[in-house]
């Protein structure tokens, strides 16, 4: 049973297709616009709390149409490392909006991580993700995070954090970030 009724996941997915205009979802749903984020913490929370998979699916669903605030950042980081439900890809998605240092650890782990439901998804596609949003935080840690990623990762994975670390190198106006990745490049 989710925390999620079956009447909220239809008012919620009656938004997504557009049957239901914003306005009647949000008078339905018994939120101001301007709580929205508030309201989808708490849907991620309960989520999370009670290892909903359903309600992190809808809380998810939400998030991304109201978009992505620093409000969800610790459910998201939460997860990511999570193992009991399969909208890792969705999580990291939300990460790669905030580019927060704090998400530094937890994407690395999404880049290697292995999930049982993703064993057939040959292109790795959330670990890539994962790369690329560690290529969004301007910080040492997440280039050091990458360059473990380069040598631990699969090796589409692997390829792809190389490729992050060779573009952040070219573009950064940073000497020490450009320095660093030089260094690292040729280890």
Known sequence: MSSVPNDVQ???LGLL???IPEPEFLKKFQVRLKDMPRKVASML???IVEKDSVGVEYGLYLLHKYQVTEGVLEQLNRLVEADWHEWHEDAVDGLSKLNSP???GYLQAAALASHPYLEFDE???LGRKAVWA???IESIDAILA???IRKAGKKIVSDEAE???KAIGAKSRNESFRAAISNLLAS
């Open 146 to 148: 990458l360059d473990r």
């Open 163 to 165: 490729n992050r670390l």
């Open 134 to 136: 560690l290529s969004g």
């Open 123 to 125: 292109s790795f596609s």
């Open 10 to 12: 239809l008012l919620i």
């Open 45 to 47: 929370d309960t989520a």
């Open 102 to 104: 704090s998400s530094v």
């Open 17 to 19: 297709d557009g049957s």
